[in-house]
Antibody
Framework: EVQVVESGGGLVQPGGSLRLSCTVSGFTFSNHLMAWVRQAPGKGLEWVAY????????YHVDSVKGRFTISRDNAKSSLYLQMNSLRAEDTAIYYC???????????????????????WGQGTLVTVSS | DLQMTQSPSSLSASVGDRITITCRAS??????LNWYQKKPGKAPRLLIY???SLASGVPPRFSGSGSRTNFTLTISSLQPEDFATYYCLQTYHTYMWTFGQGTKVEVE
């Protein structure tokens, strides 16, 4: 059974730092891209960042670039989000999600690889307030 | 920047109704479009991936269609447990993935 569990959320002052962790089980962690998604109070879902299988690629949404860094430790089956220079608008529930790739055959020898989030944790709440 | 426009932002419906939610991309994203259901206090749930593939365990009353820039999520016969907020997600660009603004489905 796939399990995804986030931790590390809490109350932090503006300008402060926090490190979120996500521990997974039930699948081979190193075989999957992983991602963070957040939802601010009363708002919609927002993709925050994703990371390749061996940290070879990392991408962050523009609003967190230079402040947040996604990383992973395959030996520990763990994903991280280091959040620095936190702002009130970063207040949200942060979800860890596994990325799956759908391989859609278009033509002979032509395959489209489409990422999507298939398993999610229950989220961890980050509150940025003085 | 690639924008995802979801409509309507909310709708009222009754059990048994057929409903359709639309997601429009500001540029061609081919089939790189997925659909999620979100309920308060719960993690998002995958419904449809790659525009039209039904996720494992999802009832067949849910279906997705579309290509290029226009996509739809249809619930053929709304059930009580389907009242929730629905989001589309594009994963076309390697460096930026984007959710739609969401569609809240409420009891009429």
């Amino acid at each position: 059974e796939v399990q995804v569990v986030e931790s590390g959320g809490g109350l932090v002052q503006p300008g402060g730092s926090l490190r979120l962790s996500c521990t997974v089980s039930g699948f081979t962690f190193s075989n999957h891209l992983m991602a963070w998604v957040r939802q601010a109070p009363g708002k919609g879902l927002e993709w925050v960042a994703y990371i390749g299988q061996d940290e070879n690629e990392k991408y962050h949404v523009d609003s967190v670039k230079g402040r947040f860094t996604i990383s992973r430790d395959n030996a520990k089956s763990s994903l991280y989000l280091q959040m620095n220079s936190l702002r009130a608008e970063d207040t949200a529930i942060y979800y860890c999600a596994r990325v799956q790739i759908a391989e859609i055959e278009l033509l002979v020898y032509a395959i489209r690889r489409i990422p999507y989030f298939d398993y999610w944790g229950q989220g961890t709440l980050v509150t940025v307030s003085s | 920047d690639l924008q995802m426009t979801q409509s309507p932002s909310s709708l009222s419906a009754s059990v048994g109704d057929r409903i359709t939610i639309t997601c429009r991309a500001s540029q061609i994203i081919s089939g790189y479009l997925n659909w999620y259901q979100k309920k308060p206090g719960k993690a998002p749930r995958l419904l449809i991936y790659a525009a039209s593939s039904l996720a494992s365990g999802v009832p067949p009353r849910f279906s997705g269609s579309g290509s290029r820039t226009n996509f739809t999520l249809t619930i053929s016969s709304l059930q009580p447990e389907d009242f929730a907020t629905y989001y589309c997600l594009q994963t076309y660009h390697t460096y930026m993935w984007t959710f739609g603004q969401g569609t809240k489905v409420e009891v009429e």
